[in-house]
């Protein structure tokens, strides 16, 4: 192999452990968007149950959670009423109603 073929070989190689790495870093980026939306039904049920004033059902809530920071975002969202209407929207595909709205 020729020094003209090694370089070029080497060029190659490069440019597909940089695809690689590229994709690595575009998967290691979007995980926290995937976590939270993973957690995202979860805390739309404890938004739910605590507003509801239902303790077995919040219990129940709280036992399936499985990423504890991803929920502590999602609630620190919900700290704005329209932040968490547009949670709830977004979980349950359809908009939260007030308390006492039929």
Sequence with gaps: MTGAERAARRSQVRRALEA????????QASMPQRRIRWEA??????????GA???AGTDVVLRKVSDWQALAI???????PARTAAVME??????LRKAGAA
């Design 20 to 27: 690689v790495d590229t994709y690595e870093l575009e998967w």
């Design 41 to 50: 039904p979860r805390a739309a049920a404890l938004v739910r149950t605590v």
């Design 53 to 55: 004033s239902d303790a």
């Design 74 to 80: 999602l609630l620190a969202e919900c700290a704005d």
């Design 90 to 95: 977004s979980v349950m595909g359809e908009p």
